[in-house]
């Protein structure tokens, strides 16, 4: 595991949900581990409690050939929290966003917009999540 943080802690949460003895749920598990497709465990986060009420995305318009400059621009802001490279459609970059206040949403769209070679920048701003079974 990347983490070295195991499932130990949940695996008798784990078993019960899956509806196996918790003896079969940790040999899934371990397998799973082994084969790589589970690769760790990470925290899950609660963003509110750190002041970020706002969650989004960003699309970024722009060529390809100043795709890396815009990552290495993007990865060092507080409020972008994860960049894909975009295969089709109108944008180049997907920038995942979480914001602590509206204003600074449109100070990241005006400012981006400056950045060379951007010729514009969507903001998603994300609704209720409804979470699949």
């Keep these: 595991m990347s983490n070295g943080i195991g499932v130990g802690p949940r695996l008798t949460e784990l078993a019960k949900h899956v509806g196996v003895p918790r003896s079969t749920a ?3 598990v371990r397998m799973l581990t082994e084969k790589h497709i589970v690769t760790g465990y990470r925290p899950e986060i609660n963003w509110e409690e750190l002041g970020y009420y706002i969650n989004g995305y960003m ?3 722009c060529p390809k050939s100043v795709v890396g400059d815009l990552i290495n ?4 802001q507080e409020w972008v929290f994860g960049i894909w490279e975009v295969t089709t459609g109108k944008y180049g970059l997907l920038v995942m966003c979480r914001f602590q206040q509206y204003s600074e949403i449109e100070q ?4 981006t917009k400056t950045v060379q070679g951007v010729r514009d920048a969507d903001v ?5 999540y409804h ?3």
Excluded: I
């Design 59 to 61: 699309g970024v318009e």
């Design 131 to 133: 979470k699949l079974k």
């Design 124 to 128: 998603f701003l994300l609704g209720k």
């Design 73 to 76: 621009f993007l990865e060092n």
């Design 108 to 111: 990241v769209q005006t400012f």
């Design 26 to 28: 940790n040999l899934r």
